[in-house]
């Protein structure tokens, strides 16, 4: 069948099949033909589709043991960049088959993606322009329209203490103090007890991806990267770890934990159980003045924290070492992920193209993404009207941080804005949510700064520099808390070489070197 979102569903019997290898989208999902967003396409497309799903933990494993064995389901999805070798290899041990023919044959949604967007097929394409999978492409990222949308990483305050305090946003790293220290000594929730407000809290567990506020500190010394390189347009590859910007920056974070404006916590804590000390119901109850989160509010949710949610706690703007100094943050750029790859075993790659294909169609997108309608959301605008105008009706994570209703971010490309536009009403904690991240986005977009690393960079041999990356960047890391908490002291200048040296002997020139190869091939 494979035809439009609008079509009739197809019988049991109707229906012809497909088999996929994939990793679960979700911990609450234990099969992905069990998701009923995923029964409803089958519905629509007329493909019932068996997955194969290894255990946590074991995807690598099993996914060998696949590839020994030469027992292949029809498809994969998986991280193809971890392939030893890279997916070239992986078509040349016959494991995968290159997909151009198919795709510009059979796939009329991503061949418009790709002409609307060049930068997606470019990433999608290697050198010698093959296309070995159907990427994830975040369609929003290339929209010069929308690209700010993707970035919603930054730290995240109680604006209505401050302004209880008479506090201006802060603009400066001196504001920015002058503000925490207030928060510490005023008894900000009410409650009779000075001493329990955190003045800045978080979670080191995912620091790169927002989760630690002081990384936002640290980006006013120092431009602070996901893998602590920087690569200018000149392709030379540096650490921003060893400077002498980063460790003004330390020194700096240093005095905030010695005046107790940083909690020992923040390097301590799981994400789940720092969010359970900002996520609390009574407003007497809350004690954190600052925070942030791997994705937008990421920290609380409404179910459990109130609707006060987004009255109490909004965005600061990217903060600037002093007034005489750029404010800048870093934009990470959206690489493809590296899924859809149909095997040498599929005996009908037209079909699997096709229903790939049929699934980023504008309105099987909205029951991939937002579930049944009438029962999970419902259409403000009129059927096949794009921007389609949609209503949530129903929490698809039932108020949890699990989803078992619709696959979400899975590895379909996604659509671009302009094809469906979310409904919210004035007033409510939805309304609220969007226009706090549509001002967040613009605040952060005018400061952000992006190196000149691809977004995707073939290795054929990943060993080269696995073992390398895993070690210097676990060696920053454990310094950076380190430096911060003073177990070592920032201060004292052979420290501070002791630190460089460790680095050095773990291979750090060696390191930059073979990143420079990977990604530029000089």
């Excluded at 971890?82 to 949604?109: R, T, W």
Aim: charged share 25%; with cysteine.
């Amino acid at each position: 069948l494979l035809t439009a979102g609008c079509a009739a569903a197809a019988t049991a019997e109707e229906k012809t099949k497909l088999s996929i290898f994939s990793v679960l989208a979700d911990s609450e999902i234990s099969n992905h033909g069990d998701v009923p967003s995923m029964q409803e396409l089958a519905d629509r497309t007329g493909v019932e589709v068996t997955w194969t799903h290894p255990p946590k933990g074991q995807e690598n494993e099993q996914f060998s043991l696949m590839v020994v064995s030469q027992d292949y389901t029809d498809m994969i999805y998986y991280n193809w960049s971890s392939y030893a070798g890279g997916p070239e290899k992986a078509i040349s041990d016959e494991v995968i088959i290159p997909l151009n023919e198919y795709v510009e044959a059979y796939a009329p949604n991503l061949m418009a993606l790709f002409e609307k967007y060049p930068e997606a097929k470019r990433q999608a394409t290697t050198d010698d322009g093959t296309i070995y999978m159907f990427p994830f492409i975040r369609a929003v990222c290339l929209d010069e329209e929308t690209v700010g949308l993707n970035f919603t990483q930054g730290p995240i305050y109680r604006k209505d203490w401050a302004d209880k305090l008479g506090i201006a946003e802060p603009k400066t790293m001196d504001d920015w103090y002058n503000m925490l220290c207030a928060f510490r000594d005023n008894d900000m929730n009410g409650n009779g007890d000075a001493t329990d407000e955190l003045p800045m809290f978080g979670s080191y567990a995912f620091d790169h991806d927002g989760s630690d506020p002081t990384y936002a500190i640290m980006n006013a010394f120092q431009l602070m990267t996901p893998n602590f390189l920087w690569a200018d347009e000149d392709h030379n590859v540096t650490c921003v770890a060893v400077t002498e910007d980063y460790r003004e920056g330390l020194k700096y974070l240093n005095s905030m934990y010695a005046e107790g404006l940083i909690p020992e916590d923040i390097y301590a804590l799981t994400l789940n159980e720092y969010r359970d000390v900002v996520n609390v119901t009574k407003a007497e109850d809350t004690v954190v003045g600052v925070t942030a989160a791997p994705a937008w509010m990421r920290f609380a949710n409404v179910s459990i924290y109130g609707e006060r949610l987004y009255d109490d706690f909004t965005f600061i703007p990217v903060l600037k070492k002093d007034a005489d100094t750029p404010a800048q943050t870093y934009q990470s750029k959206s690489a493809p992920s590296l899924f859809g790859a149909v095997t040498t075993a599929c005996k009908d790659p037209e079909l699997a193209i096709k229903w790939i294909d049929a699934c980023i169609d504008p309105e099987l997108e909205l029951i991939r993404g937002y579930g049944i309608e009438g029962i999970h959301w419902q259409r403000k605008s009129a059927e096949g009207i794009f921007p389609a105008i949609v209503e949530s009706l129903k929490d698809i994570k039932d108020g949890g941080s699990q989803n078992a209703h619709t696959m979400g971010n899975w590895p379909f490309p996604m659509l671009p804005a302009s094809y469906v536009e979310g409904y919210y009403e004035e007033g409510t904690a939805n309304y609220k949510s969007h226009e706090i991240q549509v001002e967040a986005n613009k605040a952060y977009m005018s400061a952000a700064k992006m190196d000149s690393f691809p977004a995707l960079a073939w290795c054929s041999d990943a060993d080269l520099i696995t073992e390398l990356k895993a070690d210097i960047e676990g060696a920053i890391s454990t310094g950076y808390a380190e430096f911060i908490l003073g177990r070592k002291d920032i201060n004292d200048d052979a420290v501070w070489q002791e630190y460089l040296d460790n680095l050095e002997t773990l291979g750090l020139s060696r390191y930059l070197e073979v990143t420079k190869l990977i990604n530029f091939g000089e």
